[in-house]
């Protein structure tokens, strides 16, 4: 019995030297102890794989850098170019009348077609011309029976002058017979003024086209009973020659007037809507002469002989008007330009690596003017050298090139679309009309947007 209680004396203390809190404790750090341990591991583990590929990039880069890089060159060009200003404008007849009647009646059936060429002179339409034909014969009937009367006072007068000079009668009835003679002959020259004002009604009641033009739609049947100098009855337009009025800012007109004042003639050119088809070429007249104050615009009229009818009244087109022509200008694609960090314009130029190679090469530029697809240059590489149009975004200097083929361009003679100039301060390509179609985006762009700030002379307006 004693060595049972002992032992069962013992068991608590036991039990109490390890308690279940402290097993828990020591398990839970263990825990933490391997989840470090694997957090670490994975840490390491992406660590080394990005040193992995950072090492295989660098080594790839490396061995990319001696590879020749495929790319597209066009030649810089050397040929005559105009230097102009953009601006939209409106196509205006030169001369535009609304006929209306000079008197009332009934219009009668009209002796034209609609939408037909008359000559100024010709009889367009007919009012009814009988009453005012009757008014004529009255007043020409009045006119001859005081021209009798004239003739009778007269023969009276003369009888009386010769019985006076005889002394059968007094003077003063001879001088009375001379009064009345005096009288007729007013009344004579009172009805031959009737007669001419019922002449001239009856020939407005024939009515001609004041100008030579094109006619248009009649706005009055026949038939209807019409009012003198109220009703339209229709409009006539001149085509040949056409005008157009366009507007340039204020700070433009000095050098505009300042060549028109020289040459008395300034070449205008007219493009369609999209400012990519030539229509027509005239000359500008004159400058209005005042400045519009809420826009800062000054609006000018150019003539165009439109001998082949390309323009129409209300059309909008795109003017171009020439201040210069340079006969030996510097032109490569707007695609070729390069925009750098700074600001700075540049070509890449393909030279020769001097290993029988041919590598690329940096060459710094001056931009005259942007002219859509082309783009004029005040300084850069000479005529014949290569200039890369496509696939410079991955060349540097000195990167050894393969020429996979010559981009083939469109010549534009005469420009097609610049924009307003860039005095105006207005980004490239707004058209209004007036945005020029550029398919080099960005890098075209970038060149438009240098020459405009440049030289100010042509920005690209959209419609």
């Known amino acids: 019995m004693s060595t049972q209680n002992v032992t069962e004396s013992h068991l608590p203390a036991i039990a109490d030297s390890h308690p279940p809190g402290r097993k828990r404790k020591g398990i839970r750090i263990v825990v933490y102890l391997v989840l470090v341990i694997s957090l670490g591991l994975i840490v390491w583990r992406v660590y080394q794989n990005h040193q992995k590929a950072t090492a295989a990039t660098v080594t790839q880069a490396a061995s990319l850098q001696g590879r020749p890089i495929p790319v597209q060159v066009a030649a810089v060009e050397q040929r005559p170019m105009p230097i102009f200003l953009t601006a939209l404008g409106t196509v205006t007849p030169y001369m535009s009348v609304t006929v209306k009647a000079r008197v009332s009646g009934e219009l009668q059936p009209v002796k034209f077609t ?20 009757a008014a004529l014969d009255q007043a020409k009937g009045t006119l001859a029976h005081d021209q009798a009367l004239l003739k009778n006072a007269q023969a009276e007068y003369n009888r009386y002058k010769a019985l006076f000079a005889a002394g059968v009668v007094s003077k003063e009835t001879m001088e009375s017979d001379e009064a009345a003679q005096g009288q007729y002959q007013g009344a004579i020259e009172s009805d031959n ?46 085509f040949k020659p056409m005008a157009v009025y366009f507007t340039l800012p204020e700070s433009q007109l000095p050098q505009v007037l300042k060549k028109l004042n020289t040459d008395k003639r300034m070449p205008v050119d007219a493009f369609d809507r999209s400012d990519t088809q030539k229509l027509t070429s005239g000359s500008l007249l004159t400058a209005d002469n005042q400045i519009d104050t809420t826009t800062g615009t000054a609006k000018l009229k150019a003539i165009f002989d439109n001998s082949d009818s390309s323009l129409f009244p209300n059309q909008f087109v795109n003017i171009h008007l020439v201040l210069e022509n340079r006969p030996s200008a510097l032109v490569v694609p707007s695609a070729a330009i390069q925009t750098g960090l700074n600001g700075s314009l540049f070509l890449w130029i393909i030279d020769s690596d001097g290993k029988g190679g041919q590598a690329a090469k940096m060459e710094p530029i001056k931009v005259a003017l942007a002219e859509g697809e082309n783009t004029i240059l005040d300084s850069g590489p000479p005529a014949g050298a290569k200039v890369v149009v496509d696939g410079a975004d991955r060349l540097r200097p000195g990167q050894p090139v393969t020429v996979s083929g010559a981009r083939k361009r469109g010549s534009q003679g005469t420009g097609q679309g ?28 970038g060149a438009d947007q240098y020459g405009q700030g440049k030289n100010g002379h042509n920005q690209r307006p959209q419609p």
Do not use: H
């Not at 939408?115 to 002179?121: A, F, I, Y």
């Not at 100039?421 to 075209?444: L, V, W």
């Open 418 to 445: 610049s924009g307003q100039s860039g005095q105006n301060g207005q980004g490239p390509a707004q058209n209004g009309p007036f945005t020029s179609p550029n398919a080099n985006a960005q890098k075209g762009a």
């Open 114 to 133: 609609e939408g037909q060429e008359v000559k100024q002179g010709d009889i367009i339409m007919v009012i009814d011309p009988r009453p005012y034909k």
């Open 193 to 238: 003024a009737a007669v001419e004002a019922a002449q001239l009604q009856v020939d407005y009641c024939y009515i001609k086209s004041p100008i030579s033009g094109r006619i248009g739609l009649r706005l009055v049947d026949p038939g209807n009973v019409i009012s003198a100098n109220s009703t339209n009855l229709v409009v006539i337009n001149q």
